[in-house]
Every structure is written in C-alpha cells, then in structure tokens.
C-alpha cells in the first residue's frame, strides 16, 4: 500500500471513530456523571434476571443495570444458595436512572412488556420461587405508580388470567456474582440459545405483537 493511501486510511479511520464516540453518549454516561439529586433507583423481578438486565440496559436513560438477589432473609446469597435452598429472594435488578430523561412509569411499563405477569410459579422456562416476578418499591410514590400501572393491565383485558405479579416494599438488594453481569454481552451465543428455548419472545410478541426484546 502507498503512503499516500495509508495515511488516507489513517484519516477515514479516525474520522469514523470521532463520529461514533460522538454518536454514542450513553457510552459515557455513568453515576459519576449524572448529578445526584437526578440518579434515582428502581428494582423488578422477572425472572432470568440475565434477561431483564438486557432489556432495561438499552431503555434511553438508564445509567446502569445490574443483577442481584433480593426479597429474602439469607444475607449476601450465593446463586447456588438462591437457586437450590429457601432463601426466600428473588432474582432481580436493580436500575440506576436518569430522572430527567427517564420516569419510573416507564421503566414499569418495559417491565409488563418482559415478563408473563400471570404466571405465579416462576417466568418462561425458569420454574420456582426464585423466578417469581415482582415490582419491589422504594417509597410510596413508587408503590403508587407500581399500583396504578398493574391496574392499567388489568384494565385493558390484555390476559385471559389473572394478574398476580406483587407489588412488595424493597429489601436489601445483594449483587448476583461477577460472571452474571452483563451475561449477555460476555457471551452472546449462550444467552441467545438460553433466550430463545425460553419462550420468553415467542410469548411476548404474542401479547404485545412486537420483535426482538433482546
């Protein structure tokens, strides 16, 4: 290759590279970076929580996602612990956001279009307590929201069953281990086979009429 053409390549690559960090704010946006008085939380079970990290991470406003255990009475669970004893918690996450972007009613309605929210044994392929869905509020403008939004679905005559999705108050939320974050980026293969024999999409596009939620 030319000198010429090399440092022409040179050019067209770090033009392309501005133009994506440009293109790409939520990159940078973190806890750090967003003032405090606007970074509020929220945490929803629904299931898998591999899944329910992967449709929240890519809501406009959401600063952060993560999975973890919640609900119970064992202290700092392991997943073994949460998937095989009676710890009483949940898989969950928890979201920080920005209010100025994002509202809580929102986020509560990405979660009803991600889960099944008349199953009361657990969430798609997932059976058992730790895969019960559930809104957990921090405060009573959360539980007010959180009430108003299930009765909005009730409502609409969407679900021949019943909704039996909770409404509880949080508890203390402990992180899922390491290799559970951002599951579905780390191993993309995996989580699309795992997602797939699910049902979870074939479910919610038949509800919601919609595609990919992954």
């Known amino acids: 290759m030319s000198s010429k053409k090399m440092v022409a390549l040179i050019a067209i690559l770090l033009v392309t590279a501005g133009y ?13 970076t967003v003032p405090q008085e606007y970074v509020h939380t929220a945490i929803f079970a629904g299931g898998c929580f591999w899944c329910m ?43 920080w956001y920005d209010s100025r972007r994002l ?18 044994g657990g969430q798609f392929a997932d059976r058992g ?11 009573e403008e959360q539980r007010l929201a959180a009430e108003s939004s299930k009765q909005l679905l009730v409502n609409s005559n969407r679900f021949d069953k019943p909704i039996v999705t909770p409404i509880r108050k ?37 509800v919601w009429g919609e595609g990919r939620h992954d």
Do not use: C, M
Request: glycine share 6%; no cysteine; aromatic share 14%.
């Open 129 to 139: 307590d730790s895969y019960l869905a559930a809104i957990f509020v921090g405060d």
């Open 103 to 120: 509202t809580y009613s929102h986020l509560l309605q990405v979660f009803w279009r991600n889960i099944d929210p008349t199953d009361n």
């Open 170 to 206: 949080a508890a203390p939320f402990y992180l899922a281990e390491e290799y559970h974050q951002n599951y579905y980026k780390k191993h993309p293969l995996q989580y699309r086979l795992y997602r797939y024999s699910s049902g979870r999409d074939r479910f919610i596009e038949s």
């Open 53 to 95: 990290e992967s449709a929240f991470e890519k809501v406009p406003g959401v600063i952060e996602v993560k999975s973890g255990y919640t609900g119970g009475s064992t202290e700092n669970p392991t997943y073994e612990e949460v998937s095989h004893t009676r710890t009483g918690h949940v898989e969950a996450v928890r979201i």
């Open 20 to 32: 994506a960090i440009s293109r790409s704010p939520e990159q940078a946006t973190t806890r750090a």
